[in-house]
């Protein structure tokens, strides 16, 4: 049985210890081989063996630490509504504790308590306000703090529910039993702002941040929204309008100037102009014709055509790109490992502290000791949130990879992305990559007596049964000279060589000057004239006919309009970049000298490009490889960073790291701009939330008060834990506004 990898929806989680738990939880269940929880996305990702492991056990190992899972929502119009009863909801409890909370200051801070209504001086009448907050509005913390303690674990939910209830519960016995506390020597001040204020704060906190996630997301619900609804299928010589998940892989669809393609296919008739902006980033319409392919939920923009459905449902490009941006976005990045390696023991740790903190105070601190020490016990415990470490990355990568697919840049995963900014070395691959990858014959030079077309044919005659990328080349240009071709037997391809074959009883080969130097064919009496074709970057392929020199014939891959653009933007980045082919030095140099590449290696057997890649690394180089053929696919691999043109085969595209869904070269160099750019937000995020609480923490346990006689009120320890979250996913979302 093979293991199963499955994405659930999580509820309830705050921070990264939430993480840390949950992780935890799943990894020690028999069944389970490995699970990635991510806060930003609120999934978890796990591995499992169907056997042993069900959705249920999944629900419940989550529900015994604190949490709620579910199967992730197809449905998104309804996902919508659910996420917004939950912000509503967590809305409605904020404002409600502030409100509430409010009056409570006002009956009892210093000052204020001056100019309140009696009421509300009142310590039972504060105690009866508080108790609503104290046990609906934060029982949420309640809720998640005791299965976690349970499990002899912590999260941010244990810190909040620790400090609000020894606020609440003091405050309680000074209000039921005010003769105790002042026999004790203790003033009979309750702190019910303290617990109503802090969770109000912590809750609007919440509330802010789940709401500026949701922003973080909102480049896949854009991809999801680009889908398109219906399609008009030709079926029984009549057209009808039917839903476009009832498109099957074969149908003939019509589409109208204006419409979206609803599926991916193959243009069988008509012509038009179509804007793929929305997939690949391009902002020029492309122009289509009979044989060319269209991309689901692109827009036709002028003429009408038909064409043949050739994928559908999550096979379509759109689809998957949402898949490939959702994974990215639930991926972790190795930078991450560090923030989740020290948010698991930085609750425990946060509790020692408070209670040291307590401790100190209490024996040391001056009058009244108990509430101080209570106080700052309290300050300690709300201001150490770790949740700012937990967002700071997933945030980032979710913005950044969002931004990414609106340019045509695929992701496939964070530790791809923290790679990508430290390229030095850019391989590309020639054909396809760097050139249109549609060759066209250009000289036809015949020899030994031979026309040009006899060599055309029996070139042609070979190519048929051949996949090279040149034989499409010389195959057209014999059907628009309309030559007949010949029947061939014992037909071979000779890998990074040529083709063979015989004849009419003739032995034929054709390929470049290695095929001729094995089979012992003179090449000398054509040499002026191969050098000439290549030093004007042509390819130069040799038809030997029975250990003979038949003919020439020239080909020329056109170089791509972005290819120049594309490498002097790298060049700016301080990037190195080398060309790979399988031509000979003097036509790879030509080609390379057209685009600007000072490095060429040339005559490289496509298994050989693998070997390239290794050899560039061993010089201490951090290799990026481009390519879109299947022979790129173990090159591709290799590489530290895989590039592959979206054009390409599915095999090179899974290969590949980054997937560039469009044409333009110059996508590379914004990808790397990109990586650096999420990586330098991610670096800030971190920063600014491991200084928060190395900063913080110290003075709420009350560093500053020997000096300054500074001691860190709960209210405000709960307003800066609650802003340090909001200022990590707002920095995250400036990467949306990037220019790269």
């Given amino acids: 049985m093979v293991n199963l990898n499955k994405i659930f929806s999580i509820k309830g989680m705050h921070c990264a210890s939430c993480v840390g738990v949950i992780e935890r939880a799943l990894k020690k269940t028999e069944g389970i081989i490995d699970a990635n929880v991510n806060i930003a996305t609120e999934t978890a990702s796990v591995n499992f063996d169907p056997q042993l492991v069900s959705n249920d056990i999944i629900f419940s190992v989550v529900a015994n630490a604190g949490y709620k899972a579910l199967v992730i929502e197809k449905d998104t119009e309804k996902e919508k509504i659910s996420k917004s009863k939950e912000l509503d909801s967590l809305k409605f409890k904020a404002f409600f504790s502030l409100f509430f909370g409010a009056l409570i200051v006002w009956g009892s801070f210093p000052g204020l308590v001056n100019y309140s209504p009696a009421l509300l001086q009142n310590y039972l009448v504060q105690f009866i306000i508080a108790i609503p907050i104290q046990f609906w509005a934060g029982f949420s913390f309640y809720k998640a703090a005791i299965p976690a303690l349970k499990n002899r674990t912590a999260n941010m939910d244990t810190l909040v529910a620790l400090g609000t209830s020894v606020a609440f519960f003091y405050s309680a016995v000074v209000t039921i039993f005010p003769e105790f506390i002042a026999k004790s020597g203790l003033e009979t001040m309750p702190y019910f702002d303290v617990s109503t204020i802090v969770i109000g704060l912590i809750l609007l906190g919440r509330y802010l941040e789940a709401r500026a996630k949701g922003k973080t997301s909102e480049a896949i619900k854009k991809l999801i929204g680009l889908a398109a609804k219906t399609a008009r299928v030709l079926r029984d010589g009549k057209e009808m309008d039917v839903p476009v998940e009832q498109v099957q892989i074969g149908d003939i669809l019509r589409v109208r100037p204006g419409e979206k393609i609803p599926v991916d296919g193959v243009i069988t008739e008509g012509e038009s102009s179509v804007d793929e902006a929305m997939v690949t980033g391009e902002s020029m319409p492309v122009d289509k014709e009979k044989g060319d392919s269209v991309i689901g939920s692109t827009i036709n923009k002028s003429g009408s055509f038909l064409f043949k459905a050739s994928k559908v449902g999550q096979d379509t490009m759109l689809s998957q790109i949402v898949k490939l941006v959702q994974e990215a976005q639930g991926s972790k990045a190795p930078i991450q490992r560090l923030a989740d390696t020290i948010s698991a023991y930085f609750v425990p740790i946060v509790i020692m502290l408070a209670i040291t903190t307590f401790v100190v105070w209490f024996d040391f601190g001056p009058s009244p000791v108990l509430l101080k020490a209570l106080l700052n016990t309290v300050a300690v415990l709300i201001i150490a949130c770790p949740c700012a470490m937990g967002l700071a990355t997933p945030t980032a990568i979710m913005v950044g990879t969002g931004k990414g697919a609106e340019n045509g840049i695929l992701i496939k995963n964070a530790e791809s992305l923290e790679t990508a900014h430290k390229i030095n070395t850019i391989i590309f691959d020639k054909t396809g990559t760097l050139t249109k990858g ?160 000072d490095r060429v290696i040339a005559e490289v057997l496509p298994q050989d490009k693998e070997a390239e890649v290794r050899k560039i690394q061993a010089e201490g180089k951090i290799v990026g490889m481009v390519g879109d053929g299947i022979n790129d696919a173990p090159a591709l691999a290799a590489a530290d960073i895989g590039i592959s043109m979206g054009t390409g085969t599915d095999v090179a595209i899974e290969a590949a790291d980054i997937t560039l869904v469009n044409t333009d070269l110059r996508t590379i160099a914004k990808s790397v701009k990109l990586s650096k750019r999420i990586m330098s937000t991610i670096k800030m995020n971190l920063f600014w939330a491991f200084g928060y609480n190395i900063i913080l923490i110290p003075v709420a346990m009350g560093a500053l008060y020997p000096l300054f006689h500074i001691l860190l009120n709960p209210i405000f320890a709960s307003a800066a834990m609650a802003m340090s979250s909001i200022s990590v996913v707002t920095n995250s979302l400036r990467l949306k506004g990037a220019k790269i």
């Fill in 438 to 597: 549609k060759p066209e014959v250009t000289d036809l030079v015949p020899l030994n007596k031979y026309s040009k077309e006899n060599v055309l044919a029996l070139a042609a005659s070979l190519e048929k049964g051949s996949e090279h990328s040149l034989a499409e080349a010389i195959l057209k240009r014999v059907a628009e000279e309309k030559i007949e071709l010949s029947e061939i037997k014992s037909f071979k391809a000779i890998s990074g060589h040529g083709i063979e074959g015989i004849i009419n009883s003739q032995n034929i080969f054709f390929g470049n000057r290695r095929l001729m130097l094995r089979e012992k064919i003179d090449v000398n009496i054509a040499e002026n004239q191969i050098q000439l074709l290549e030093k004007e970057g042509k390819t130069v392929m040799m038809l030997g006919i029975d250990r003979k020199l038949g003919g020439l014939i020239a080909v020329a891959d056109l170089i791509k309009d972005t290819a120049k653009e594309g490498v002097e933007a790298l060049e700016k980045l301080g990037i190195e970049v080398v060309m790979v082919t399988g031509d000979n030095q003097r036509t790879a140099d030509a080609i390379a000298g057209q685009i600007g590449i």
